[in-house]
C-alpha cells in the first residue's frame, strides 16, 4: 500500500509515542559547530526515539548522545543503570517560538521501558 491508499488520519508508526516529560541530557555539536551538553525535557518519547525543545539548533543527521537518567537496564538488588544512545537527528525539526523542536531517531538501542504497538 502506498502513501495514497492510506486511510487519512491514520498514525503510521510501529512506535506509539507518549506525550511526557521525562528529564534528559543531550549532547552534541549545533549547527554553528559549538559542543554543547544540555539538561532538559522530553516533548514525546517511543521506544526508538524522542523529541524535545531547545534554544540550539541542531543540523538534520547530526548525531548526538542522549542520556535518560534511571531508564537503563535494571540489575539484580540494585537500581536501573541511565539510558545512553547515540542518537540522529531526524529531518522534523520544528521552530517553536524562541526554541526547536527537535526529533531524535535512537542509533541500535531502544528504550524497553516504552512497548510497541502492533497494527
Not at 51 to 70: C, D, H, N, Q
Request: aromatic fraction near 6%.
Amino acid at each position: 500500500m502506498d502513501n495514497s491508499e492510506r486511510p487519512a488520519g491514520k498514525e503510521q508508526r510501529a512506535q506509539r509515542r507518549l506525550k511526557t516529560a521525562v528529564p534528559i541530557r543531550v549532547r552534541g555539536v549545533d549547527a554553528q559547530g559549538t559542543e554543547f551538553e544540555e539538561s532538559t525535557e522530553t516533548v514525546e518519547v517511543s521506544r526508538r526515539g524522542l523529541s524535545f525543545l531547545t534554544e540550539r539548533e541542531l543540523k538534520p543527521l547530526a548525531t548526538v548522545t542522549v542520556v535518560i537518567p534511571g531508564r537503563g537496564p535494571h540489575h539484580a538488588g540494585g537500581r536501573p543503570k541511565d539510558f545512553f544512545s547515540t542518537a540522529a537527528v531526524v529531518l522534523r525539526i520544528l521552530k517553536e517560538a524562541e526554541l526547536y523542536r527537535v526529533s531524535l531517531r535512537f542509533i541500535g538501542a531502544t528504550l524497553a521501558t516504552y512497548s510497541a504497538e502492533t497494527p
